[in-house]
């Protein structure tokens, strides 16, 4: 870390520290736990299994830079002092005692990084990233669940090395650039006095070794992209960006590291009947006028039968029926069914627009006998009282 020059934001000689937490897009007395949910969150929307777009991957490069960064509380304060761990350590041109050293490197010399206090070489073998696929469902299938063949496209072991990334008959060997220490160190004197650096071996890449007959068909990195299909079973009662973790089906990590996980997520497709709401589902039946005055007995498609909803004689428009247990499967987060949500009915009462002479000469029949004619039942603004009682009072 450290490099100097050429960082973004350069200006007039002067490196400007790269805005991290503007980058997860959290405030800068977020916690540990609020950066590392920001960052998951970027992470599934930018990873290039998921968004193939090069902004997106440059974006996704920025965004893991800025979580490690802010993940190490000491990398962090350094931030937090206006520095940058990874960039420059800003300087005023050659009067700079701290020319050519970042930051963090001067931190890492006097508090523990430097002095000849080595962190030695990392592991080859990597732990892999995690991978999304999103699958579309029907109302009906996240009703009863169901069980789907899935092609992905991720990093598989290498199946000629087996990880190890070298070809047959060969191994890793000692890098000789730094010893197997995986670090290179440099010793430079400022009014300080000695500072000494380490960085990362760049033949090596830290890792201590190197392959010098790669794998002809890995290169080297114990991995592979392939295509393959997998079965991702899906329970019931899922909905809309609800995620089903399919655990180590994700990517191969470098020289053959367990794999990540595989994440499906739920895309749940609008119904023409029902809307849901949580377990509950809601629809709207319509019915005549002389339905709604006689009552009567209507069959009701559900998504898993068919049963009889019963209408009142004089059921009213807009009122609301339930039938219980006739909702969804209630989900909960062990992945458990805990019973069913219901099915709440709003009814709509028609009023016909067009009649023939017959018919109305029969509802003005029917206004004459029930004394309706003309007439209007009531009349409020919906917080009691009629309107032409109220008017009366405030003129009396």
Do not use: W
Not at 62 to 86: C, F, H, N, W
Not at 214 to 233: F, L, S
């Amino acid at each position: 870390m450290g490099e100097p020059g050429g960082a973004p934001g350069q200006e007039d000689g002067n490196t400007v520290a790269r805005d991290y937490y503007g980058t997860l897009g959290v405030r800068q007395d977020a916690t540990s736990e609020e950066i590392k949910r920001a960052y998951r969150k970027l992470a599934r929307e930018l990873h290039p299994d998921v968004n193939p777009d090069e902004g997106a991957q440059e974006r996704f490069r920025e965004v893991t830079v800025a979580y490690e960064v802010l993940s190490d509380p000491q990398k962090r304060k350094i931030v937090d002092m206006g520095g940058d761990p990874l960039g420059n350590g800003g300087g005023g041109g050659g009067r700079d005692p701290f020319a050519g050293f970042g930051l963090g490197d001067i931190m890492d010399a006097f508090f523990g990084g430097g002095m000849g206090g080595g962190r030695g070489p990392r592991s080859r073998v990597q732990p892999g990233s995690d991978a999304l696929i999103r699958i579309e469902l029907s109302l009906e299938e996240c009703n009863t669940g169901v069980t789907r063949e899935l092609t992905v496209d991720t990093a598989v072991l290498c199946d000629v090395c087996r990880g190890a990334g070298a070809a047959d008959g060969s191994g890793a060997q000692v890098c000789d650039t730094c010893a197997g220490r995986g670090e290179i160190q440099s010793v430079q004197r400022s009014f300080l006095g000695q500072v000494v650096t380490a960085r990362p071996c760049p033949v090596c890449r830290g890792v201590g070794e190197v392959i010098p007959d790669p794998c002809r068909q890995c290169g080297g990195d114990g991995r592979v992209r392939a295509r393959r299909t997998i079965t991702a079973k899906v329970p019931p009662g899922v909905a809309d960006g609800m995620r089903v973790r399919l655990s180590g089906q994700g990517e191969v990590g470098p020289g053959g590291g367990p794999a990540g996980d595989l994440y499906v997520e739920v895309v749940e497709q609008p119904h023409p009947t029902f809307e849901r709401n949580g377990a509950d589902l809601h629809c709207t039946v319509r019915i005549p006028m002389t339905t709604a005055a006689l009552g009567a007995v209507l069959p009701l498609e559900t998504l898993d039968d068919t049963v009889e909803l019963e209408l009142d004689a004089g059921i009213q428009p807009n009122t609301e029926l339930l039938l219980t247990g006739h909702g969804l499967p209630r989900l909960r987060s062990s992945g458990r069914v805990d019973g069913r949500g219901d099915l709440h009915v709003h009814v709509e009462v028609e009023v016909p627009g067009k009649l023939d002479a017959r018919q109305t000469e029969l509802l003005r029949e029917l206004a004459s006998i029930r004394g309706e004619e003309d007439q209007i039942v009531s009349a409020t603004n919906g917080r009691g009282g009629g309107l032409f009682s109220r008017l009366r009072a405030r003129h009396r």
